[in-house]
């Protein structure tokens, strides 16, 4: 088991050092995600307001997120550096876990930089239950980024890439935006405490995704 | 009076077969490769050296036939066989952000290598990289790339290297500084397979050739044996 975290450790770190090194990923996909919610915010002429920007908010992660797993698992393509991993002796769920956590961490990152930027455009109050909404967009990024990285990997070496990723990622996530926004929706608005339907279908989506993933991520490789 | 030893079978591959997208890439190919044996690939382009030594790596599963490497079939992911193997190709299998040290650590420390830091120091020297450890693969010219490449390939002290089109796109001070570095490994015991399409250099650094043509093992032979000619005719010869 340790041997395990000690490889989960090694690869996540090395993605976090390149990207680091790089900044190509964050930076790209921040300013996407800034722009997205400006052009919508100008669009609809602050027409939406309040806790209903939080569909325009994951409007910004999906795309943005879309990119950064395409980003990431670029790297791995490039000068062929993913054959190298897949000729060590480490397990595919390791591999996995590890792009899994990476893509989380600049998820995390992009959230840090365009949620504040949409909270301010859109007048979004968050103090009524700051910590729910960060458990909600937790809960649902882990969802999404499971998705991602695993059709990421699959879409890797075809030609279509992002616009192949996109279709595959948008539909299977949607349970998941559906599922987070009714969720804010009726912490901020109607005063619920988090939990609920809503809540039992972002847990069970996150459980079967890194489930099923962890055990097709094998299949999905192709030096 | 001593028993006679046999030397181990590194590789035995049984009729093996691989089809790509409904082309036949490989059929019924069977080889054998002793321990500490040099053997050179032979083959036009699209003859399947590159499948063949993807197979022989694990990375890729044959369609049928049986694949034996070190005595032990391949079955399931191969991992604990893939630890005992090597692979270079034309592609450095590297990362571009990182300097050469730093990806031979990484490499050193998924392969659990005691000390990693410096193993990598110590292969870096052995490839002519020590003064340029802490610079970024990025930076390096094709032919550096590759030395680092086979540095990397060699962080875990493999007991079969295989290399796929290791000379393309380097130039002739290249291309003569990794037959040193090939001829070095193969003086220290290692077995290699390198598959390569240059008839006349494969000849002067293989023991063994076996010359693919469609996907078939048309020659399989003592390099001593053959010659230049002989194995281009049987490389195009349908």
């Known amino acids: ?223 | 009076m001593p028993p006679a030893t046999h030397p181990e079978i590194v590789v035995q591959a049984l009729d093996l077969s691989k089809q790509i997208d409904g082309r036949a890439v490989l059929q019924e190919v069977s080889l054998e490769v002793l321990a500490g044996r040099f053997v050179v690939v032979i083959g036009a382009n699209g003859a399947g050296k590159s499948t063949l030594l993807k197979i022989l790596a694990t990375l890729m599963r044959p369609n049928s036939g049986e694949l034996r490497l070190f005595g032990r079939p391949v079955r399931g992911d191969g991992s604990p066989l893939r630890a005992r193997i090597g692979l270079i190709s034309h592609q450095s299998m590297l990362y571009r952000e990182l300097s050469a040290c730093e990806n031979l650590v990484f490499f050193g420390r998924l392969y659990g290598v005691r000390n990693p830091r410096e193993r990598a120091l110590e292969l870096l020297e052995m490839v002519g990289l020590a003064d340029r450890a802490d610079d970024a693969v990025k930076t390096f010219s094709r032919g550096m790339t590759q030395r680092a490449a086979i540095a990397r390939a060699l962080v875990h002290e493999p007991d079969l290297l295989l290399a796929d089109e290791p000379f393309a796109g380097l130039d002739v001070p290249s291309v003569d500084r990794l037959q040193v570095i090939l001829a070095r490994l193969q003086a220290s015991g290692k077995t290699i397979i390198l598959s390569h399409h240059d008839v006349d250099q494969s000849l002067r650094m293989g023991q063994q050739a076996i010359v693919l043509r469609q996907g078939r093992v048309v020659v399989d032979r003592c390099t001593r044996k053959l010659d230049s000619a002989t194995v281009l005719r049987e490389m195009v010869t349908a």
């Open chain 1, 1 to 223: 088991m340790s041997r395990v975290i000690r490889q989960i450790a090694i690869l996540t770190l090395k993605d976090l050092r390149i990207e680091a090194r790089g900044r190509q990923t964050l930076g790209l996909v921040a300013v996407l995600g800034v722009l997205i919610i400006a052009v919508l915010g100008l669009g609809l002429n602050r027409q939406v307001g309040g806790v209903d920007a939080t569909a325009i908010l994951w409007v910004a992660y999906l795309f943005a997120g879309v990119l950064s797993f395409e980003k990431t698992m670029a790297v791995e393509r490039e000068d062929a550096a993913l054959a190298g991993l897949l000729m060590a002796p480490v397990d595919r769920g390791v591999l996995y876990v590890a792009k899994l956590l990476s893509n989380l961490a600049l998820m995390a990152a992009l959230a840090a930089v365009i949620t504040p930027v949409a909270i301010l455009f859109f007048g979004f109050d968050l103090s009524a239950a700051p910590l729910g909404f960060a458990a909600v967009m937790a809960i649902s990024m882990v969802g999404f980024a499971a998705v991602g990285t695993l059709f990421a990997a699959a879409t890797a070496s075809t030609r279509l890439q992002g616009g192949l990723l996109a279709m595959l990622v948008f539909p299977i996530s949607l349970p998941l935006v559906i599922a987070s926004t009714q969720l804010l929706v009726s912490m901020f608005r109607d005063g619920e405490p988090l939990g609920g339907l809503a809540l039992g279908v972002l847990v069970a989506f996150d459980a079967v995704f890194l489930v099923v993933s962890w055990l097709v991520f094998e299949c999905v490789l192709e030096p």
